[in-house]
């Protein structure tokens, strides 16, 4: 699967964006897509999957402040990020399996095989 990621950018703590995923090539109709994020001198960490049957799984740090939806028309997952604070600086990524690696999506890396080259996004406070 070929991921693309857009949407990121500087923002002044409060503010809003939306991330976007544009992905090719599934070879199965099953599927998983997520977003990542990697901090500086941090590990990467899950925010949310997204199942192709629309189940949604989001780390719990992550529920409130932002949005999974997907476009299947589109082929395309988008990230909507409120609220944002100067910690949600990172590195965001996508990431898909398909077929998915579990029964259930996960937002665990292992579990994705495919990644994007990420889009920055910097939260001033």
């Not at 090539?25 to 960490?45: I, L, N």
């Amino acid at each position: 699967v070929q991921l693309v990621e857009s949407g990121g950018g500087s923002v002044h703590s409060g503010g809003s964006l939306r991330l976007a995923c544009a992905a090719s090539g599934y070879t199965s109709r099953r599927y998983c897509v997520a977003w990542f994020r990697q901090a500086p001198g941090k590990e990467r960490e899950g925010v949310v999957s997204v199942s192709s049957d629309g189940t949604t799984t989001y780390a719990d740090s992550m529920k409130g402040r932002f949005t999974v939806s997907q476009d299947n028309a589109k082929n395309t997952l988008y990230l909507q990020m409120d609220g944002l604070k100067p910690e949600d600086t990172a590195m965001y990524y996508c990431a898909a399996s398909s077929p998915p690696a579990a029964p259930i999506c996960t937002i665990i890396e292992a579990d994705f095989n495919d990644w994007g080259q990420g889009t920055q996004v910097t939260v001033s406070a």
